[in-house]
Nanobody, 120 residues
């Protein structure tokens, strides 16, 4: 089970940190990912990371602005979002799976979603 939080309404250029609490004890090979979905659009890959901290990977649209991380002691993953743009607006979901892929269909477990709204 995944429980996300941290969304909100901010202005362009601001920062937010999303959190995703994980039920249970993830294995080191567990993959945590973040996706987002804007109204009328398909769910879009944002970033993923292996639970042992290796191999963070980002979409080109967020590379250099967003950072994915996880805290094993807290059983939580995070998405640090800097220099937010209006086009970053959407519902953000954390997801968990076994393979470091960018397709939403590769992930079995999903959070309920948290809204991020960026305005000018």
């Amino acid at each position: 089970q995944l429980l996300d939080s941290g969304g909100g309404s901010v202005q362009a250029g601001d920062s937010l940190r999303l959190s995703c609490l994980v039920a249970g004890r993830p294995s080191s090979t567990y993959i945590m990912a973040w996706f987002r979905q804007a109204p009328g659009n398909e769910r879009e890959f944002v970033a993923h990371i292996r639970w042992n901290g290796d191999n963070a990977y980002y979409s080109e649209r967020v590379k250099g602005r967003f950072t994915i991380s996880r805290d094993d002691a807290q059983n939580a993953g995070y998405l640090h979002m800097n220099s937010l743009k209006i086009e970053d607006t959407g519902v953000y979901y954390c997801a968990a799976g076994e393979s470091p892929l960018t397709s939403a269909s590769a992930y079995k477990y999903w959070s309920q979603g948290t809204q991020v709204t960026v305005s000018s």
